[in-house]
């Protein structure tokens, strides 16, 4: 059977049943160990070795044309392995290895057709499946992660919309902030609830601004909601979407990027990233399009 990421939570009854509050209990057990965005921060190794390995997924789904939920859970499953394995230095097939597995698996879960050759990678089967069986382990087989996707459905709910017909618009604007932020090492000290609402949040505020006061306040009287947590991956999630629309406003003027360089652009932003306590709250330089913050004013 195939796994959908948001397949927890895909009906009311669901969300009135015990699977919400089992849900948020247990989403802590499909994040990276604690001491991993600690690596991140202190060794630039880990954040090279993540970055290429992002980059050479990603590259992986350019090429094979997958669907973007296999990529997105393979490095879901890489970030748990690597929190989990040190990692050898000096040896560069590692990561192939390692990234060709996660995308093996991921695929695996998903019913579809993976080929490694047709990837770029070139291993045997028995090796390949020898690393399938470290991540599993790795993983405690907790192959159905839950990410910020399971929670997605639930958010929803609790707006309450009064038209329902926005209810997708929202959700196909927070599917796409959920995908790009998973390239962003920041966000992995976050629970996958959090970024769900935050990236929620964003997308009312671009898209129905002037209920999103209700619907903020809605997020943080949530019991499953920590609003300190809330308060600064939504400062987080906001300030890399007005990055985005500050750096695709000079893309629009020089035209000189390419799928690759955008990459490398939005992975080099993420290692600086790791090094800076800057947040939404602090001047920036990037333009103030409908900065809004948690505590109900605008920014100056």
């Given at each position: 059977m195939e796994f959908d990421l948001e397949n927890s939570l895909t009906s009311l009854e669901e969300h009135q049943a015990d699977t919400v509050p089992n849900l948020f209990a247990s989403e802590s057990d499909h994040m990276p160990s604690r001491n991993f965005l600690h690596c991140l921060k202190t060794s630039g190794?880990?954040?090279?070795?993540?970055?290429?390995?992002?980059?050479?997924?990603?590259?992986?789904?350019?090429?094979?044309?997958?669907?973007?939920?296999?990529?997105?859970?393979?490095?879901?499953?890489?970030?748990?392995?690597?929190?989990?394995?040190?990692?050898?230095?000096?040896?560069?097939?590692?990561l192939r290895l390692l990234v060709i597995s996660c995308l093996s698996l991921a695929a695996k879960m998903k019913n579809a057709h993976f080929s490694g050759e047709e990837a770029g990678f070139i291993f045997d089967t028995q090796t390949i499946n020898r690393m399938e069986l470290l991540i599993l382990d790795a993983l405690n087989w907790r192959m159905r992660s839950i990410t910020p996707f399971s929670f997605v459905h639930f958010f929803i709910s609790v707006l309450e919309l009064k038209d329902p017909s926005t209810s997708q618009p929202l959700k196909d604007r927070a599917t796409e902030i959920i995908f790009k932020a998973q390239n962003e090492i920041k966000f992995l000290e976050f629970k996958p609830s959090i970024v769900a609402a935050s990236a929620l949040l964003v997308a009312s505020n671009e898209l129905l601004p002037l209920q999103f006061p209700l619907f903020k306040c809605s997020f943080s009287s949530c019991a499953f909601v920590n609003k300190e947590k809330l308060l600064s991956c939504f400062n987080a999630v906001q300030e890399m979407v007005e990055m985005e629309w500050y750096e695709s406003m000079l893309d629009t003027m020089s035209c000189t990027r390419t799928p690759l360089s955008v990459l490398d652009r939005q992975c080099t932003r993420s290692e600086s990233e790791t090094t800076s306590t800057t947040s939404i709250t602090n001047g920036s330089t990037v333009p103030e399009i409908k900065r809004r913050r948690l505590n109900g004013h605008s920014s100056k």
């Open positions: 190794f880990y954040v090279s070795f993540r970055q290429e390995a992002i980059s050479l997924i990603l590259q992986a789904q350019y090429s094979c044309n997958y669907d973007a939920f296999i990529p997105y859970l393979a490095v879901n499953y890489m970030d748990r392995f690597i929190s989990k394995q040190e990692i050898p230095q000096g040896k560069p097939w590692i």
